[in-house]
Nanobody
Framework: VQLVESGGHSLQAGGSLRLSCVVS????????MAWFHQAPGSEREGVAFRTKGDYSSLADSVKGRFTVSKDNAKNTLYLQMNSLKPEDTAMYYC????????????????????WGQGTQVTVS
């Protein structure tokens, strides 16, 4: 399984971006897919989660601004980011697993088996 993110960019505060994560395997059967972010000197933390049953959950810091969606036909997970703030600046990683576990904010990065290479988002 390979995950490839794209869509990161540098932009001004208040702008919007859509990140994409293409999964080489069958994303429809993944138990949980998620977006994490990691700023320099900080721990990797979960931002948005999508279960196999299409239930979504978001970290409090992004609620009302970000949405997570999945296109099973394209094996792609999306993160729509609106009203971006400088504190959103980070490397954004896509993650997936095919086994059970917590699929919501607070899920540990170590609980995910597959990761993308990351895409940088810089908000000034």
């Amino acid at each position: 399984v390979q995950l490839v993110e794209s869509g990161g960019h540098s932009l001004q505060a208040g702008g919007s971006l859509r990140l994409s994560c293409v999964v080489s395997g069958n994303s429809d059967s993944a138990a949980c897919m998620a977006w994490f972010h990691q700023a320099p000197g900080s721990e990797r933390e979960g931002v948005a989660f999508r279960t196999k049953g299409d239930y979504s959950s978001l970290a409090d810091s992004v609620k009302g601004r970000f949405t997570v969606s999945k296109d099973n036909a394209k094996n792609t997970l999306y993160l729509q980011m609106n009203s971006l703030k400088p504190e959103d600046t980070a490397m954004y990683y896509c993650a997936a697993r095919w086994r059970g576990g917590v699929c919501s904010p607070g899920a540990k990065p170590s609980s995910f088996d597959y990761w993308g290479q990351g895409t940088q988002v810089t908000v000034s």
